[in-house]
């Protein structure tokens, strides 16, 4: 067969997309459990316990939003070494 110029793509758009709001509902989840275990420890008395919730709810919700940042890239462009111009030109 002749060359194409079509791009095909090992991983399809809506996977991309389907990842990236699938982290954004565990990335909700997380926090809204972190709000609730932050309250039960201040409810119970251990304040000082409630700066490791916050900095792992903190670690959560940047890793989260890091991931879906990729996700974005990855539904735009590609996966760069699979996807790349000069790797779809046979």
Not at 26 to 46: D, F, Y
Not at 66 to 83: D, H, Y
């Amino acid at each position: 067969m002749a060359c194409t110029q079509t791009r095909d793509r090992y991983v399809p758009q809506s996977t991309w997309f389907t990842l990236s709001c699938s982290t954004m509902q565990v990335v909700t989840t997380i926090t809204l459990l972190a709000l609730s275990a932050s309250l039960l420890t201040v409810q119970l008395g251990a304040v000082d316990d409630v700066m490791l919730i916050a900095f792992a709810t903190v670690g959560v919700i940047v890793l989260g939003l890091a991931l879906v940042r990729l996700f974005g890239f990855l539904e735009t462009n590609g996966v760069p070494l699979l996807e790349s111009e000069s790797a779809s030109v046979t």
